[in-house]
């Protein structure tokens, strides 16, 4: 589940651009050696490898009248796959292909041409070569072509980063650009912060009309970072991975852990209603009653709804194959946030009641 929706794209690129549009990588290249920030690596636009250049004579050509198909023909045997025919039977066609042999070039420049009068001449004659380097990659987006540094550290300060390469790009003349997991993650925990409050804000709205009571619904809600709390502490010591089916986990423990202080205060509500606490002059005492007989009133089902959650799952922890592998994370999460989270939760929605309520 991990590995399938994996992002392999670097933590952060920054792609450069020449501002007057050259394609020249060389002149990209040499101003990106001079890049102070530490961390970088080439990326794939950047990267060359070596090249061996052939340059022919047309001037030799013409005077010992040699062909320049010939020569081009010649130079394809040498160093590539040359076609010699198609075999073609019931619509299927199979290329026959004259393979060449590892010689080293000189040797291989030895190979003859015919020229005037059917005169063989050697390939070297009128072939001469070099070495050279050229882009192994040809990296581009919509805007065009482009050469990038990439960053593979998670720990990079993105920001930072950023500002030192904007500053070098305008120092140099390069137009530059950036992409990867850094904006992906931003984007990813904005779009979490926005649901999450959303959805509490929903939760408090629900709970306020239920208790009707602006105070209350917020004992309900700060519960919920002890079950987080929980959870990431198992996560932890299991040595387990915040993937998605860990996020499912945290989606369960939120869901389970608020039943108990909302069923808590509510019984603890309806108990003041019945021992008249709005009209009696011992509000202190009322209270304090009605907390301690809803905490024994509620003890019972709240233990039992996270144990029966928490067993029914710890079988797979000690099952083996890739199902159980992938729902352990998830196992972790929902087993330390319920146990941790359960077990502090009966005594802070109390207490938290007793404060909120005496004032």
């Known amino acids: 589940f991990t590995q399938l929706f994996e992002n392999k794209a670097p933590f952060l690129e920054a792609r450069f651009k020449r501002i007057d549009n050259s394609r020249d990588p060389d002149l990209i290249d040499k101003s990106i050696e001079t890049l102070s920030v530490e961390g970088w690596t080439k990326g794939l636009g950047l990267i060359t490898e070596q090249n061996v250049e052939m340059m022919i004579d047309i001037e030799k050509l013409a005077v010992y009248n040699v062909s320049s198909a010939d020569i081009l023909a010649q130079l394809e045997r040498l160093f590539g796959n040359f076609k010699i025919t198609e075999l073609k039977r019931f619509g299927r066609v199979s290329e026959v292909q004259f393979s060449t042999s590892k010689l080293d070039i000189d040797k291989k420049l030895s190979a003859l041409v015919p020229g005037r009068d059917q005169v063989m001449y050697p390939l070297s004659a009128f072939v001469s070569y070099a070495y ?9 987006d919509k805007s065009g072509v482009y050469q990038s540094v990439v960053f593979e550290e998670a720990d990079t300060d993105g920001a930072k980063v950023i500002d030192e390469i904007s500053a070098f790009a305008h120092a140099n003349a390069l137009g530059v650009s950036y992409s990867g997991r850094y904006f992906d993650s931003k984007q990813m925990a904005n779009d979490m912060l926005v649901i999450f409050l959303i959805s509490i804000t929903l939760l408090y709205l629900i709970l306020a009309i239920q208790f009707e009571n602006l105070i209350h619904p917020l004992v309900v809600i700060f519960t919920m970072p002890l079950g987080i709390a929980g959870a990431m502490v198992a996560l932890y010591f299991s040595g387990g991975s915040l993937d998605i089916m860990a996020a499912i986990g945290f989606i369960v423990v939120l ?5 108990d202080p909302i069923l808590k205060v509510e019984t603890i509500n309806q108990l003041l209603k019945k021992y008249g606490y709005a009209e009696s002059s011992d509000k202190k005492g009322i209270l304090l009653k009605a907390i301690i007989e809803a905490g024994e009133i509620c003890l019972k089902p709240v233990l039992l709804t996270s144990l029966t959650t928490m067993l ?8 083996g194959g890739i199902g159980s592998d992938l729902q352990k994370p998830m196992v972790w999460v929902v087993v330390g946030g319920l146990s941790i989270g359960t077990f502090f939760t009966l005594w802070f929605v109390p207490l938290a009641y007793w404060l909120v309520t005496k004032k």
Request: hydrophobic share 60%; glycine share 10%; no cysteine.
């Open 255 to 259: 869901g389970i852990i608020v039943d």
């Open 312 to 319: 029914a799952l710890i079988p797979i922890l000690f099952l």
């Open 132 to 140: 050279g380097k050229e882009p192994k990659f040809i990296t581009a």
